[in-house]
């Protein structure tokens, strides 16, 4: 039942957070983009039962949820709305508050206990992956400037600076995303998720970052995104996570006491 109450919670206060921006700004027409992203990661978290009895699902989700919206926030300029620029800097500043509550709050708990230290070790890096999607997945995370200094330094034409280019941006799509499915499989193994569940959380987790970042590149004119690089980018997540798990150790079952005769 409080599972069902705090996912209603969070369900209200992403659609009372989209009402707000829609109504009042007229820049950020496609914030529904990290409120569907925060979405989904809440929903994964709060169907995990070893997350919640940590008590770290709700701050983890919020943490993911709040801080890809205000880092999306941030690289969408310029920030206008029909009432001016207050409201939305306003808005902004509340947002990267409510982000940084919720990181303290998932960093205090989960660092000040041992059962739970090394779970948030590990999850600390899929929620900075988070927002660094958040931002760089819009138009200044764009290969324009990685281009003109192939073309520059290294004095290449216009194509192999884009072959080049792309290579490296694919290269570090693959292993960015290896490391997020990583770190998810290893913080939900520390935190005693089974195997299985534990790869099914990463795997979950890197989907929805990975659709988050192309659907968000098809809003800005630089960029182009495409399901193949979600395939992509789950290609580097399942190689990660399955040599991880190969790796880790499964928990020994508690012996069973005999029974006295």
């Given at each position: 039942?409080?599972?069902?109450?705090?996912?209603?919670?969070?369900?209200?206060?992403?659609?009372?957070?989209?009402?707000?921006?829609?109504?009042?700004?007229?820049?950020?027409?496609?914030?529904?983009?990290?409120?569907?992203?925060?979405?989904?990661?809440?929903?994964?978290?709060?169907?995990?039962?070893?997350?919640?009895?940590?008590?770290?699902?709700?701050?983890f989700s919020l943490a993911m949820g709040f801080g890809a919206a205000f880092t999306f926030s941030?690289?969408?300029?310029?920030?206008?709305?029909?009432?001016?620029?207050?409201?939305?800097?306003?808005?902004?500043?509340?947002?990267?508050?409510?982000?940084?509550?919720?990181?303290?709050?998932?960093?205090?708990?989960?660092?000040?206990?041992?059962?739970?230290?090394?779970?948030?070790?590990?999850?600390?890096?899929?929620?900075?992956?988070?927002?660094?999607?958040?931002?760089?997945?819009?138009?200044?995370?764009?290969?324009?400037?990685?281009?003109?200094?192939?073309?520059?330094?290294?004095?290449?034409?216009?194509?192999?600076?884009?072959?080049?280019?792309r290579i490296i941006r694919k290269s570090i799509h693959v292993s960015a995303y290896g490391l997020?499915?990583?770190?998810?499989?290893?913080?939900?193994?520390?935190?005693?998720?089974?195997?299985?569940?534990?790869?099914?959380?990463?795997?979950?987790?890197?989907?929805?970052?990975?659709?988050?970042?192309?659907?968000?590149?098809?809003?800005?004119?630089?960029?182009?995104?495409?399901?193949?690089?979600?395939?992509?980018?789950?290609?580097?997540?399942?190689?990660?996570?399955?040599?991880?798990?190969?790796?880790?150790?499964?928990?020994?079952?508690?012996?069973?006491?005999?029974?006295?005769?």
């Amino acid at each position: 039942m409080k599972s069902v109450l705090r996912l209603g919670a969070l369900l209200a206060g992403f659609a009372t957070a989209t009402v707000c921006v829609g109504v009042v700004n007229d820049v950020f027409p496609w914030f529904w983009l990290p409120t569907l992203f925060g979405l989904a990661v809440a929903i994964v978290v709060n169907s995990q039962t070893w997350f919640q009895q940590s008590r770290l699902g709700t701050p983890f989700s919020l943490a993911m949820g709040f801080g890809a919206a205000f880092t999306f926030s941030l690289s969408t300029a310029p920030v206008t709305s029909r009432l001016g620029t207050f409201i939305p800097k306003l808005m902004l500043a509340l947002g990267g508050a409510i982000f940084l509550y919720f990181l303290i709050v998932f960093l205090a708990r989960g660092l000040s206990s041992s059962k739970s230290n090394r779970m948030t070790r590990w999850l600390l890096f899929p929620i900075i992956a988070a927002c660094t999607v958040g931002y760089m997945s819009g138009g200044v995370g764009g290969s324009n400037h990685m281009v003109a200094f192939f073309m520059s330094v290294f004095h290449m034409s216009p194509d192999s600076a884009e072959t080049v280019v792309r290579i490296i941006r694919k290269s570090i799509h693959v292993s960015a995303y290896g490391l997020m499915g990583l770190t998810c499989f290893r913080g939900a193994f520390a935190g005693q998720a089974p195997k299985r569940t534990a790869i099914f959380f990463a795997l979950l987790i890197t989907v929805f970052t990975a659709s988050f970042d192309e659907m968000r590149q098809t809003t800005a004119d630089n960029r182009t995104g495409s399901p193949w690089d979600v395939l992509l980018d789950m290609t580097g997540s399942f190689i990660f996570v399955s040599g991880s798990a190969m790796l880790a150790r499964s928990k020994p079952r508690p012996r069973q006491q005999p029974r006295a005769a």
